[in-house]
Each structure stands twice: as C-alpha cells, then as structure tokens.
C-alpha cells in the first residue's frame, strides 16, 4: 500500500512540473466555465467519461485538437482525454494552432509524424518493466486509442518512452510497439523515469492493422506462413544442435539460433474471425515457446561452469522431445493456414473471386445461354459460379438432375459483393428433377452469385451429376427449359412461349409493393425473419418464403401459411 500511495505522489508530483513546461510547449490553456464539465475518452458527445470537473479547473496540458475544431486533447490526471470547447474559455494560446488528431481516427504521432505504435525489431530499451495486471496494449496514450492486444499479468515489457505527465508508458511487447497505463506497470531498471525515457516514445517501424475486413484476416494468414518457414529454420538449427550434443556427449556451443517470438493479433481482428482465428492462434504461439524452449534449454546447457558443456541422454532425450512437439505443431499450422488462405494464383478471365467470414474462393464465371455440366458428391454438395449483369435485365437459372442423381436443388442468386443480400431463392422438391430460379430482375448493374446446393432428405449419400442454364430473358417470348434426351444422353433447351409475360419494366413504390406492366403486383418480405401471425396476405407469406424462410411451409407442401395462392386479399395462418 505504502509503495502504490508512493507512486501515486510520484505521477502527481511529475504531473505538475511537466504541466508548466507543456504550457510553453503549447502556449493553450483553458479553463472551464460552466458548472461542469465532462472529459471524454474521444471527441464525441457521448462516448465514456474519464471524469467530471467543476468550474474553475483549468487545464494546463492541452496538445492538440479535434478535425472539428469543437474539441482539445487535454491531460487529465495522467489520462489523455478531450474537452468540449464550449464549456470552457481559453486562458491563452490559439486552440487553431494545435495539431489535429484524433484517436478514432488518426494514429497516434509525435511532431515528426512518425507513428508511436506499430512493429518495430528493436529488442532493447532504458527500462523495463513487469505488468502487475492485465493491462491492455493501445495504439496510443489513452483509452479511446485501439486495443492491439492483452499483456497478462506478471509479463515482461521493455519500456520506451512515456507520456508528458507520466500516465502512460510506452512499451515493446511481443515485437510491437504500443502503449500501457503506468498504473498496471512495475518498472524494474534503476534510473530516473524523467531522465531516461523519452517523452512521446520512439518511432514505430510499420503501423499495426487494428481492423477487421477479410483483407486484414487473410494478410494476417499470411504472415504467419511467413513467421513458420522463419521460425522453421531455428527448429531445424536447435535440432541439429541436440543431435551433435547426442552424439558427442557435450554441446557445441557455436551462435545461437535466432528465437522467434509470438505473433499479437489486433483485438478487433481477432473478435471478428475467432472461431478460425484463436485456436490457431494459441497453436501458433504454443509451438513459438515450445521453439524457444529448446533454444533457451541449449543455451543454459552452454552457460554451465566449465568448458566442457557436458550433457546428460535425458536432457538431450527431453529436449528432442520439444523439438520434436513443435515440428508436429508447425506442420498443423501449415496444414490450417493451406485451408484457409485462398489459391495462390490470380484469378483468370473466366474467373472471378468471392470473399465471404475470412473465407476465399476462386469461382467459374458462366455466360447466360450455354449448358454446363457439375457433380456433387458427398464431399461437395454445395457449388458456386458467378454472372455478370446489367441494371433491369431478367434471369432465370435452372438445374436438371441427371439419371442416377439423387440431389435436390436449393438455388440462391445475391450480389458476389454482398454474398448475404438474397435476391432471389428456389428449393425443388424430391419429385421434380428440375429446380428453376426466376425470372428475376437485376437491380444493379455488377457481378452475381449463384449457389446450388442439396436439400435432399435421403438417407443415402447426396451425390449426383446435374445440368444447369443461365438464361437472359430481356426482351424475350419464350423460356429456355432443360431437357435430357435419355437415348443419345445428351442435354438441351427447349421453349416455352410467353413464360416471361409481366415480368419486365417493373416500379417499386414506397410501400414495398412492385408494379409490372401487365398490372398485377407483388410485395416484398417485410421481415426475412417473421412468422405467419405476422404477416399481413398470403402475397408477403409467398415472398418470404421464396426469399429463404421455409420455416413458413411446416408442411412442406410449398404453399406457405395455408396459403394456396400469393393473392393479397388471402390471409395467411400458422400450419400445424
């Protein structure tokens, strides 16, 4: 108790000399005149309160300003924090003068620009220090700055730099740069803290990504198949270390090999990809220490009193054995970051890319008039290909099941680049080798989605080949339709005249509703999600349903909410 109330007059202490000389730096002070005033963790109205002050507290440590100009950051006991301009009146200085930053934004920087937070290869610093808590790493000196990641309790940090008042340190944790509340840290160097370490730290060699698009997740995949072929050669210079030492009886203690250290993964990244992400993760950084144990077994070995460097069969026996653990651990790694990251090639002509959760495939881009042909097997029950379309244009998809396939098809249409937003959805049935899509009209000009995927309910092994067509209605009398020719065994498209009447030159008004040019209108689903008690016609029930929600069809007849047909003047009622 004694040595915390003593740091706490030390931070105190520090904060009101540095106070005067931050003044000169700046030349700004306010002070605040309403009853009260509220400090922020960022320049929102709204966002957490550090504190409240009374009228009257001035603040002596203003350094900088928000893009707005309707904030300044301000040292609040230690703590980065910002202040409404209205509340307060300028004591001296011009608030204009001040940089303009602002933590939800813009990296944390000291006057050269140069970003306080990031990677860096230094490995020394003045000081260090033990964390005496979980404390989170932040990419700047206050709590409105990113969390890059947890330093745990009883973690070693080297420390680089601090903030004018003392309040934050900013340290090296597994290769990055960031910063710790100097509450949470323990230094452990002699020296003074004023005198040694730097106010606003050093330069970061490269910033860290603190986002969470699959851009950031897959450059995260790969950089640790990068760290692996690196830490890779460590291992195998460790191993052959142990070896010799097996053989001859005592350690050659030639230069070490170089320890790889653990990967950090920002928090938002890591939040946003878990369930690939953590286990990964924790495998990753489990087979880095098993790494460096036997690096750091080696080296105790070669530190013995003596020239020697006798080793025993056990300890040469126990540290294979680690060796050996972290080899099996890498080759999981390799294994997992090969399913996840995507082919190492550029998509081609006929190509195009969906990236969807962390998730990466190269699909076949298909042109509307021509049959394919895919296989589903029980493996491989869902397909995927890509189209490209034109605002108001009309498409219709259709698979045909060949002899001997026992698939039935769930066919769904979206954008490739918003892989969620159905427009529209089929399910065939176990009666009907044929399942079609359509027509649907393009809402935008851009590249499509479709996946095919096996609804079947058989117990046997979904597996099966299938046809398929992507046809453009735009303009057209007829519908092409699959046919399959059991005596050559061969596909093709027949016509059915007038299929696509009313289906094009469609206007959506403001109540959801859609016109076409024949007159009749259909609705839209007012909730992907609603049951049939909340529907208002059989009209919204058949629109849910063919966007996706089957839970309405309990009976699997394909008629939804009892409904028998999608007109509006029908209620819909829950079946069962």
Known sequence: MLKHTSRIFIILFGFVLLSLVASAQTGVRIVVVNEFANVRTVPAIGASVLGTVNAGYEFTIVTARSGDGEWVRVDFVGQEGWVNLAPVVVLSGDVNSLIVADPRSIPYAGV?????????????????GIATNGVRLRSGPGQGYPTLANVFANQGVIVTGRTLSNGWYQVIYEGFLGWVSSTFIELNSPGDINALLPVDGIGAESQISTGSSADEYLNLLRLMQA????????LDEIRAEWTDA????RASCAPYPARPSNIVVPIPLLSAFFDRLDPLVDLFNDAMTNTRLAIDLFIEVCNQPGGANPVGSATVQGALDIVNLADAQYTRIRERLLELLPPDRIPGAEECVLSYNGAVEILPLIASGVIYADVNSPGSTITAYCFDALFGEIYRFETLQLP???????????PLANPTSFIGVARGTSENAS????????????????????????????????AFLLSNLSGAS?????IYDAETGTVSASSTVDSVQGTGDTTTTT?????????????????????CDQLNSCQEAFACYNSGNFSLDTNEDTLPCNCVSADPNLVPTNEG
């Open 246 to 249: 097996a053989l001859e009886g």
């Open 511 to 531: 109540d959801g509703t859609t016109t076409t040019t024949d007159g009749t209108t259909t609705a839209v689903c007012p909730d992907i999600g609603a049951t």
């Open 227 to 234: 760290r692996i072929d690196l830490a890779q050669l460590s």
């Open 478 to 482: 007829s519908t092409p339709e699959l």
């Open 435 to 466: 399942t079609a899509l359509g027509p649907i009209t393009i809402p935008e000009n851009g590249r499509y989605l479709i996946i095919v995927s096996d609804v079947s309910t058989t117990t046997d092994p979904p597996t099966g080949e299938f």
């Open 112 to 128: 050269d620009g140069i970003p306080r937070a990031g990677a860096t290869s230094q490995t020394t610093g003045p000081m260090t």
């Open 404 to 414: 001997g396939s026992n698939l039935v098809s769930f066919i769904s249409v979206s």
